[in-house]
């Protein structure tokens, strides 16, 4: 068996364990505490072996210290995953035994760590963590929580394409763009909602066939899985997994910018010198993608809806910001948001 090359050890605290009763392996990844405590939702997700699980929680990890950094929300950063093998089976009680062990094991991070849901885990999941520890957010907001972060993460997202398309030649009009979406999940379908709303030609694909619906009721076209790395257009907005970029796929991509919610979705590092090369603009996803922890950190603070849309309308300004240094300094954007977040982490400023 082939397993993937772990990231390079650079955090605080990183703890795997066994769950005593669902016998999943798990893991918090604390990278950094340094602007406050490390804020990150929780993966559940089918992996070959549990190392590449592992794998996995330290690269997302680290790119929340990044996003959380940019964010200037006063959080750290931090993941977790639980890793299904490729033969187990979850049925509910099995989950709910999952989840429980996840709580055991935020809980021994005495808040260092605060999970919320991500990829494979709903706020509904939290409910069930939260009966082992206090540690997490995200929940449903008729008990009390700050709910579903989609809607922000699409916002940051629209408000990022809008930016980049200015960056590109100077006007933000979305309308007769073409836009092709890879992902119609909770952040690509409302995604997909509002750029048809304004205007943009969409193609669209996911993995699960139902939902083509969604194309239909918004006039899209729906292209197979594949295509969406082929499809000419004006900007490739990944939204699904990540490591869709490998040097291939980016030699014939035929699209003039890349901006998605996809957490990683550079296969190496070096994907974003190769896009530069070939004229591509890369938008860097732990910035773009802010948009749902800024609604968790601000909503569970008690702030007011119009305070969360500057906010999220914030990104965009520091999207800005990244392309103006990358073209002063002539880097690519990913190095200029990296070092623009790291100023932040070594200086430990936040504005809240």
Known sequence: MTLHALP???????????????????????????????????????????????????RLSAAMTLK??????????????????PDDELDAERRTAALRDLGDLVEQFDGAY??????????????????????VVGLPPEEGGEGEPADGTAHGVYVSIERTLAELDGSAALAGR??????????????????????????????????RALADE????????????????????????????????????????????????????????????????????FLVNAGGVIHLALAGRGAPVDEIERRLDGIGDTLDEVYRIARTDGITPLDAAEALAMDRVRGGRVSV
Request: hydrophobic share 45%.
């Open 68 to 85: 959380n950094a940019l964010a200037d929300i006063g959080y750290g950063g931090g993941k977790a995953v639980i890793a299904l093998g």
């Open 178 to 211: 073409r836009i092709v979406i890879s992902g119609l999940g909770q952040v690509g379908g409302r995604l997909a909602r509002r750029l048809a709303a304004a205007g943009a030609s969409l193609a669209v694909t996911d993995i699960v066939a139902s939902r």
């Open 8 to 58: 390079d050890f650079t955090h605080e605290r990183v703890t795997t364990a066994v769950g005593r009763r669902s016998g999943l392996t798990m893991a918090v990844a604390l990278h950094s505490s340094a602007l406050g405590p490390g804020l990150g939702g929780c993966r559940m997700w089918r992996y070959a072996h549990w190392s590449d699980g592992l794998g996995d929680v330290l």
């Open 218 to 285: 918004l006039g899209a076209d729906w292209i197979e899985v594949d295509a969406a790395l082929t499809t000419p257009a004006d900007v490739f907005v990944p939204a699904g997994l990540g490591g869709v970029l490998t040097d291939a796929t980016i030699d014939a991509l035929p699209v003039r910018a890349v901006v998605g919610p996809a957490n990683n979705p550079l296969a190496e590092r070096s994907g974003a010198a190769r896009l530069a090369a070939r004229g591509i603009v890369y938008a860097p996803d």
């Open 114 to 135: 605060i999970t919320a849901e991500d990829v494979g885990t709903t706020e509904y999941d939290m409910l069930v963590v939260r009966e082992r520890t206090e540690h």
